[in-house]
């Protein structure tokens, strides 16, 4: 500790207990941002085509399964159809099953993925949340790193306007925080909006 530092020391646990909660978010961001580029990395690495699904006909089925105090009910649905590839000539496929989660009528066309082993359904919600997840992790990264500098956030810890006062190097740190929070703000808030009314 250093012996010039006058701060009383209920003053520094309070400094600390943000800075602990800043180190908690930054790790959090960090690593939701790490596992979503792994994920979209890991689907650009497998070969798949995409196509459409004509529905000749859905069904549905009941998955029980027991806990110990009470009894669980999973409804599956998917439905069977011809699939045709979007851009190459092969032929189409017939009889193929995606698991749908709703019911659709015969006819209807399905965006579907097909890999070496599976059928997908394409959904635009997952694209969404992928992009929710990234941007989140940004205004994470950003909160946990200004409270880790800052000791912003404990119960007692600074207010906000002299915690942005006193950030160490504030002509660099200041605009860079704000830039990556609004970043993450903005596009949580706009992917938020796709995922319930566009989607």
């Not at 908690?24 to 792994?38: E, F, K, N, Y």
């Not at 004509?54 to 069977?80: A, F, G, I, M, Y």
């Not at 997840?133 to 409270?147: H, Q």
Request: hydrophobic share 40%; charged share 20%.
């Amino acid at each position: 500790m250093d012996e010039n530092d006058t701060t009383p020391p209920s003053r520094r646990m309070l400094l600390s207990a943000g800075r602990v909660i800043g180190a908690g978010l930054l790790l959090a961001g960090l690593l939701i941002g790490g596992l979503t580029v792994r994920s979209v990395l890991d689907k650009g690495n497998y070969q798949h085509d995409n196509g459409v699904l004509t529905v000749d006909e859905c069904r549905t089925s009941l998955e029980r399964s027991r806990s110990r105090h009470q009894q669980h009910v999973v409804r599956h649905v998917s439905c069977t159809g011809t699939f045709r590839f979007d851009a190459s000539s092969k032929p189409p496929l017939a009889d193929i099953t995606v698991e749908t989660g709703r019911e659709v009528e015969p006819g209807t066309e399905l965006d579907v993925v097909k890999s070496s082993h599976s059928f997908e359904l394409v959904e635009d919600q997952n694209k969404s949340t992928v992009f929710m997840a990234a941007f989140g992790s940004l205004l994470a990264v950003a909160a946990g790193a200004f409270c880790l500098l800052t000791g912003f956030g404990g119960r007692r810890g600074p207010r906000f306007q002299p915690a942005w006062a006193a950030l160490p190097s504030g002509r660099v740190t200041r605009p860079l925080l704000a830039v990556v929070g609004g970043i993450g703000i903005a596009g949580t808030a706009v992917s938020l909006i796709v995922y319930k009314f566009v989607s």
